[in-house]
């Protein structure tokens, strides 16, 4: 299996016109559509940005995928609900976002869903990985500053490592090609196995690292309202994956075990770089 990335500028979300090209030059059997306007507070102040990424230009590259006459996987998000739910959200609860991003997010399910029946929209959460921005390597960088990291409690969601979720991608790829009339295809929610608290995902991120010989700090919970954000999150976004499992037999890794093997190759990066 050959996979080719392609980016900016060679293709643009925000340029409909360098989509189609850019996909065709490639001559690809599936796209994985995972660019996205990812900045939550700022897209408050920039909806425009947020849809012009999100929406339309999701959209565009499913229109190319149809075009093209290959299957889609399109990654969404979590915040596509308002995490008014006790439990975790399954496939046919309601969408009710909070934020910019999470409207954006869920426009653009609509525009892959309108522009090819063969998609599959992936929704996931708290995503982490050694690469990028994310939590994970946040919390290690603030260790590194202060003995006492303050982290909100009152937020549950399910740990998601970006190698787990490519890997699972990479999985299905070959049954999502076969078949133009596949009933797999569709929304699903696929995200790290278990529910925990930002605090104690961080608590456990900072444990992991503290054990690998890496950086440590005490982490004391606040609540959402003692740390104010321009975009409202929710209370609980954790999702259920069951659905996914059912279908294509596998489920993602319980998140302690993948957040600890992301914080080594991070604890490994720090030390490499300051020997």
């Excluded at 897209?43 to 012009?52: G, I, Q, T, V, Y």
């Excluded at 959200?89 to 934020?99: C, I, V, W």
């Excluded at 954006?104 to 090819?116: I, N």
Aim: glycine share 6%; charged share 20%.
């Amino acid at each position: 299996m050959e996979v080719v990335t392609i980016g900016r500028p060679h293709l643009d979300l925000t340029e409909p016109a360098t989509i189609l090209p850019a996909i065709e030059r490639c001559r690809p059997d599936l796209v994985v559509s995972a660019a996205a306007y990812t900045a939550v507070d700022q897209a408050e102040s920039e909806p425009e940005a947020a849809f012009a990424v999100n929406a339309f230009g999701a959209g565009a590259v499913a229109e190319a995928a149809a075009c093209l006459e290959v299957p889609i996987v399109h990654i969404s998000t979590d915040y596509v609900f308002d995490g008014s739910k006790p439990r975790s959200y399954a496939e046919g609860d309601t969408p009710a976002p909070l934020s910019v991003y999470g409207a954006s997010k869920l426009a653009g399910e609509s525009a892959v869903a309108e522009a090819t029946p063969r998609h599959l929209i992936l929704r996931t959460g708290w995503v982490y990985s050694p690469f990028g921005k994310n939590f994970v390597k946040t919390i290690l960088r603030l260790a590194e500053e202060r003995e006492d990291i303050a982290v909100v409690a009152d937020q549950r969601g399910n740990p998601s490592s970006a190698i787990d979720l490519a890997d699972a991608i990479l999985d299905i790829s070959a049954r999502l090609t076969k078949s133009r009339q596949d009933a797999a295809f569709g929304l699903y929610h696929l995200a790290g196995s278990g529910v925990v608290s930002r605090a104690d995902f961080a608590r456990h991120a900072l444990a992991a690292s503290r054990a690998a010989g890496g950086p440590w700090a005490h982490v004391r919970d606040i609540a959402t309202g003692g740390f104010p954000t321009p975009a409202s999150r929710p209370a609980n976004s954790s999702l259920s994956s069951a659905k996914f499992n059912a279908t294509f037999g596998q489920a993602m890794p319980a998140w302690q075990g993948s957040v600890e093997r992301t914080v080594r190759r991070l604890v490994e990066s720090i030390s490499s770089e300051t020997s």
